[in-house]
């Protein structure tokens, strides 16, 4: 771990209230990538460091994994944004949408191993979300809709033929992965004030989608009319 990401995390853990543990910290050095996640279940943000070489960027998150949770909330954002599309909206909301990227993945899992496959990537991920047209939007959707169990409902995970990275062809249980980044640095990388003014501040840019993501994937009370 670098000593940037290790500032990161230090900023993320006192902005959100996020004590790090093994539960909520990811990456490796072998990875090349080292953060932290708030630990929800459900609409998290999240916030690492990638490097290659002696080349560093951070980034800030608004992330949903396709996990069963409380009931499957990666597929309740996706059946209502396909039903009344409100992301490409929230742009509006956003101070500078210009710098979030839109991140769809296929997630392969091996019991709980998730090994890396050629069909990560979803409807041409990323995309910028300032340019993101509605019918590419619904592409991904969909897309990402089809990795869930039809037969359960889409409240669990399919089952695909996808490529290891050493391309053998292989059927596995497969889950959509939702993503909002925005990458930054800050102006004074040494220190830890540094970190938490640019964390702050592009956690703010995001926040407003944060808020409408945790909306679209809520549970909704039933009122009976």
């Known amino acids: 771990m670098t ?24 990456g490796s050095r072998s990875l090349e990538v080292a953060g932290i996640c708030d630990g929800t279940e459900g609409v998290q943000w999240n916030a690492w460091v990638e490097w290659h070489g002696d080349k560093q960027m951070a980034y800030a998150g608004v992330n949903l ?33 210009s710098h979030i990227q839109v991140f769809w993945y296929r997630d ?16 041409g991920s990323p995309r910028l979300l300032h340019t993101l047209a509605a019918p590419d939007w619904k592409a991904m959707l ?23 990275t050493a391309g053998n062809k292989l059927r596995l249980r497969v889950s959509p992965h939702f993503q909002l980044r925005q990458p ?14 640019g ?17 679209q994937a809520g549970k909704r009370l039933q009122v009976e009319g």
């Open 65 to 97: 994994e396709g996990k069963v949770y409380d009931g499957w909330p990666v597929a309740r954002f996706i059946e209502r944004e396909l039903a009344e599309p409100r992301l490409l909206g929230a742009r509006a909301d956003v101070d500078v949408p």
């Open 199 to 215: 964390l702050d501040e592009t956690m703010a840019n995001l926040r407003p989608l944060h808020r409408l993501v945790a909306d």
């Open 142 to 164: 969909e897309e990402a809709y089809g990795c869930l169990d039809a037969l359960r409902g889409y409240r669990g995970r399919g089952q695909q033929v996808v490529t290891t």
């Open 108 to 123: 392969a899992w091996q019991v709980v191993a998730r090994p890396p496959i050629l069909e990560k990537l979803i409807g």
């Open 184 to 197: 930054f640095w800050p102006r004074d990388p040494a220190t830890s004030a540094g970190w938490r003014a």
């Open 3 to 26: 000593d940037e990401a290790r500032l990161l995390i230090d900023a993320f853990s006192t902005l959100t209230r996020t004590i790090p543990v093994a539960e909520n910290t990811f």
